[in-house]
């Protein structure tokens, strides 16, 4: 079955909220450091941010038609699968911990795949209209990732 634009997002925001459950398990791990505990409880927030910022989209365009449906079939795929293994990844970490320098690296590795970012993305392929705000998102998806570099640089 074909997915539709309405598919994705709904799979982008899982992905987004996801992340945010990863980096709150991060958070508890590093709880005994409280600047380190901090910095994922900020970077959690962010995802949630993420996750409703595509939830108004969502409802915003409730009723818009976008410009040429098109299937979504392989980048679901993709993203389904990359849900799952952040899943596995969070489930790890919970049953068996993990480090500083692991968690950063898991973290860059999420921050990294094109699904984390793809739901914010599309939408602006299928409302072009909306090409405003995307700059102002890709403005504040560089800073998230700008902020992951400085904690790299801290604690990796
Ligand atoms: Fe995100
Ligand atoms: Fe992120």
């Not at 409880?41 to 996750?51: F, P, T």
């Not at 980048?75 to 489930?91: K, Q, V, Y």
């Not at 898991?106 to 405003?132: C, M």
Request: aromatic letters at 10%; a negative charge.
């Amino acid at each position: 079955m074909a997915s539709t634009w309405k598919d994705v997002l709904e799979l982008a925001v899982a992905i987004e909220l996801e992340c945010a459950a990863l980096y709150e398990v991060f958070a508890k791990t590093f709880a005994d450091k409280r600047e380190l505990a901090y910095f994922w409880r900020l970077y959690a927030e962010a995802e949630r941010y993420h996750a409703a910022s595509i939830r108004i989209h969502q409802s915003a365009m409730s009723t818009a038609r976008p410009q040429g449906e098109q299937g979504y079939d392989a980048e679901s795929t993709d993203a389904a699968a990359f849900l799952a293994e952040i899943r596995e990844e969070r489930a790890r970490c919970e049953r068996h911990g993990i480090g500083v320098a692991d968690a950063l690296r898991l973290a860059r590795r999420v921050e990294e795949h094109s699904a984390e970012l793809h739901g914010r993305t599309q939408f602006f392929k299928l409302f072009p209209e909306f090409g405003d705000l995307l700059v102002k998102m890709a403005d504040e998806d560089k800073a998230h990732r700008d902020l992951l570099a400085t904690a790299e640089k801290r604690w990796g």
